[in-house]
C-alpha cells in the first residue's frame, strides 16, 4: 500500500528528519497476535500542538505507550532527536490516563506533582524542601496551589486531572505526551488546561495530546494524527483535518461491517 | 519530615499514639489484675527467653508491617499469600537434604534458606506463568499456591514415613510456634527487620512512584521491574523470618493487616508506614506473650487474632476513615446543611412579608421539602443559638440570625454566579447545585469567588454585602 506520505520507490525507507524531536520508524504493536498499531512512520513536528485522534481501540493510548517504551513493539523503533530514549530521557514528560491510578492512594496532590522530580532528585535521596517549592509552583500554574494538601481521593475529576498535569510540569520536560487529559473535567479545567497547552507550545514545548472530541479538534491543534490502526493521515491541521480524512479514519469499521451484513444477506437469499 | 507533614498528620497521629497506649495499658492491667501469674509474668518480661521472644516477634511485626504497606497499595497482597504458601516444599526438601547429609535435619538457618530458595521459585513461576498464559491473575496465584503447598504436604508426609529421622518439628512451621525460639533466632529476625526497614527508608521515594503509577515511573526512566523484584524479595525475606513465629499459613496477615488497620487513621503514606510497623509490632509483642502463657495455643492464631482486633478498632475508630468516624462528619453535614437551609428560608419568606410579621412552619414548607421534623429541630436549633426566635404564629429572625442569613444568601448567589459564568452550568440547574455546594465551600474560596467575581461581573449584578466577609478565627494561625 502506498501512503502518501511516504518517499515511494526508496527500499532503504522513508526518509525522517534526523532534528525531529519524535521520529517514529515503522512501528508495529500487537497484543496476543493481534495488530493495535499497524506499520506507523512519522515524525512528530518540533514546538506544536498534536492532536492524536480515532475511534475507540484505534491504538491512540498505544501509540504514545508505544513511543514511551511502555508497550513491546513487534517491529520497528522510536528516536527523539536521533537518539534512544534511554539517552533522552529527562525531555519526555507524561500525562497518563486519569483512571489509570489509583486515586484513594495516602498521598497529597504535592506529593503527586513532587513525583515529576524524582528523576532529577535521583536514587535513594530525599525530597527536599526546595523539591515542594518547585511542585507547589508547578500546582499554582494549574490553578490549584491552595488545595496542594489535600489527599488526592478528595479532589473531583477535574482537580485530579490538573494534578497530574502538574506533575508533568514540575518534570520539565521538551516533549510531553498526554493521554486524553480532557476527558471528563469541567469546562473550567477545560480551559485551563488549554491555555497551559499552548504556554507550553509557544514556549517552543512539543504537547501531544490523545484527543476525544472531534468537535474542538480544529480550534485546538496545529497538527492532527489520525489513526485507526494504521495511521490514515497526518500533517498539518488544516490540511489534514478533512471530511475525508474523518470518514476513513472512523467509518473505516462501520464499511466494513455493512459490507459483511451484505455478504450474508446475499448467502441467505441463495 | 516536611511541614505539610506536621500540619497535617499530627492530630490524628497523637490520637493513634493515645490510643496504642491505652489499649497496652489495659493488656497490661487486665493481666495483672486478673490474677493470672503466668501473663503477669511474661509481660513484666522478667525471663530472658520472654524478652527474646516477644522482642523478637515485635520486629517480625515492624518489618512486616512496613515491608507490607508497599505490598498492598501496590496489590500484590495475594502475591504474599502465594509466597508464603510456596515456602513448604522448600522447608521439607531442606530437612531431607540435611537429614542425608547425615545431620539432624532440624538446623533453622537451613531450613529457612529451603524456604526462601522454595518461595522465589514459586515466585518465578507465577511470573512465567503470568507471561506465557492470558491466565487471569488470581487463577494463577491459586494454581501456584495449591501446587507448591501441595508438594509441600506431600513431601512431608514422605519425609514423616522415613525411619532415619523425626521429622516431628517440621509442622511448627505451618502454624508457628513461638515458643521454640531461641537468642540467636531473635538476633537473626533483628538483623532480617533492620535491614528491610533501611531498604525501605532508602527506596521510600521510589516505592511510593511505583505503588501509585508505575506507568508514570517506567515512562520516567526508574526500573520498575527491578523495583518489583526488590520489593518481592523483601516480602520473601520478611515471610521466611516470620515462619518460625507465625507459620506460613498466617504470615501472609502480619504483611495485611497492620498496614490495612493503619490505613484508617491516616491519609500520608510516610505516617501509614510507621503506623503500620507499629501496629505490626503491638501484634507480635502481645500475641506472643499471650501464646507464651498458652503454650497450647498456636502462636500465628494468637498474633493474627491480635492484629485482627487492632484492626477492628482501627475500623471504627480510625480518625480518616473510621466508620464512626465518617458517621459522625456525615451527621455534623447534615445538622449544617439543614441548619442553613431553615436560616436562608426564614430569611426569603419573610423578605416577602412586611416587616416584623412571623414566618409560619407551613409558609416555610411551601418554599422547600423538608423531611419529618427536619424543620422543626433546625428551627429550635436556631432558637438555641440566639437566632431565630418564637413569637405569636411562627417565628421570626433575630439581629444576629439576619446578619447570618443575609451573609449566606450573598454566598449563594456568588455561587451560581460562578456557576453560570465559570463553569458553564445552565442556569435552570443552578439552584440545587448551588444549595449542596456552598455547605462544603470554605471561606478561602468564598473570598476567592468574590474577588473572581467583582472582577468579570458588571457590579449592580452581584448584590451588595453590608458585611465583608472575614476570615473565620479558627485559621488565623495558619
Redesign the interface.
Known sequence: MMLPWKMSGQPAGPEHSPYAPVSIHDVTVAYHRKPVLWDVDLDLPEGKLVGVIGPNGAGKSTLIKAILGLVPTASGEVKFYGGTLRKHRALVGYVPQRESVDWDFPVSALDVVAMGLYRRIGWFRRIRRTHYEEATKALARVGMDSLALRQISQLSGGQQQRVFLARALAQDAQIYFMDEPLVGVDAATERVIIALLRELRNAGRTVVVVHHDLQSVAEYFDHVIMLNTRVVAAGPTAEVFTQDNLLKTYGGRLTLLDEAAHAVARTGQR | M???RQ??GSPSFGLLVALVGVLAFIALTVCAESATPALWRIFSLRDYNTRVVMGGTGLLGVACGVIGTFMV?R?KALLGDAISHATLPGIAIAFWVMVAAGGTGKYLPGLLLGAAVSGVLGMGAILLVRHHT?LPEDAILGIVLSIFFGAGVAILGVIQKMSTASAAGLETFIYGKTASMLGEDGRRIAWAAGVLIAISV??F??F??L???A????????PIRTLDAVMMGMVVTATVIGLQAVGLILVIALLIIPPSAA?FW????GI?VWLAAGLGALSGVVGSGVSAAFPELPAGGVIVLVASSVFVVSLLFGRARGLVFRAVTHLWLEVRITRQNALRSLFEVSERHSAGEPVTEKALREVRYWRGMQLHRALRRLEREDRVCRVLGGWRLTPDGHEEAQRMVRNHRLWELYLIH???VAPSHVDRDADLIEHVLGH?MVV?LEKLLDATVAEPAVPESPHPIAAPVEEGGT
Do not use: N, P, V
Not at chain 2, 506507568?215 to 526508574?222: D, E, L, P, S, T
Open positions: 516536611t511541614a505539610q500540619s497535617r497499595l496489590k492470558r532508602l527506596l521515594k521510589e511510593r512512584a505503588c501509585f503509577d506507568g508514570f515511573a517506567r515512562a520516567q526512566g526508574w490505613r491516616t491519609e500520608d503514606l501509614l465559570h463553569a458553564a478561602e476567592e
